[in-house]
């Protein structure tokens, strides 16, 4: 089994939509090479632990499961660890607002390590090529300046004043439109999307991606929508963000090596890329080893 540096096994980690597990029936997944199993109480908490003998689908008692690993549950999942995690997992405040429509979007397996779909994530360049005549079309393909930084305070990732023009940004969209971006990564395998709202111009729609890291090859995407939009259903958001995902699945799935390299000389930046390099140096300065292919010392 692959070793799992420390900062990785002390981190709050995703592995399932909290309203896709019934209460007594054991669900199978894996993280971070380790088989886990998992179900949810009578009062609807979550219970995991390091799966024995268990299968898909049985039927167990909760209660009676008492090596259990830290569990919490926070927008719409469950999330575990294998160490000592933090107190509380990374803020997203929205998500409490009362008006906006939250909802999973789905759990897909790639065949990527976490870090390379986080990376992919951040990428606007692919826009006009992947997911053309919705999130960017020729000739609107530059990528146009924008600003990053690497928080201490906040332990994160941020890149602000990213503008793409957009044919249909979002499932409301009626006409094409510039649109503002703000990424945060604020935990090495989940970032968050803050993009204009078409229906509201002084709020922001949110997206995230929460990447489950089964082995260091193979990760499960695990989507957030949480949308100001009070025109269209649940079921059509949902859908609008599969299809984009689905476009971008096949790409990420043919990126070599699967791993992601840290060192930035490995694969050849541009100006383009400056997220996903403060990304890469952010994830060396943490320790990261799972998943990645480290810089040679």
Known sequence: MPSIDPTTRDLWQVIAATDEIAPGIVETTLLLDTPI????DNAGN???????????????????????????????????SLGNPPADLFPIPEYAEADRKNMSCGSIGIHVSAPRAVENFLDMGHF????????GAEP???????????????DEVLATRCRFIQPRAAKSATTAMEVEYVYRVPHPFCSVL?????????????IAIFLQPMTEERCRAHLLQSMIDSTSTITDL??????????????????????????PRSETPIRADKSAIAYRRWLS???????VIPMAS
């Not at 949902?238 to 060192?263: A, C, H, M, S, V």
């Not at 300065?285 to 998943?291: E, L, P, R, S, W």
């Open 37 to 40: 199993a998992l179900t949810r």
């Open 46 to 80: 979550p219970v995991v632990w390091r799966r024995t003998d268990e299968e898909q689908g049985d039927e167990v008692d909760a209660e009676a499961i008492l090596d259990r690993l830290p569990a919490t549950t926070g927008y719409g999942y469950i999330w575990t």
């Open 128 to 135: 006009p090529y992947v997911h053309t005549d919705i999130l």
């Open 140 to 154: 609107h393909t530059e990528v146009k300046e924008y600003d990053v930084e690497v928080s201490e305070e906040r």
């Open 194 to 206: 803050y993009k204009s709202c078409p229906e509201d111009e002084s709020r922001r729609d949110v």
């Open 238 to 263: 949902r859908r609008f963000q599969q299809t984009i995902f689905g476009q971008d699945k096949p790409i990420l799935e043919n990126q070599y090596p699967k791993r992601l390299p840290l060192d």
């Open 285 to 291: 300065q943490k320790g990261i080893t799972y998943g």
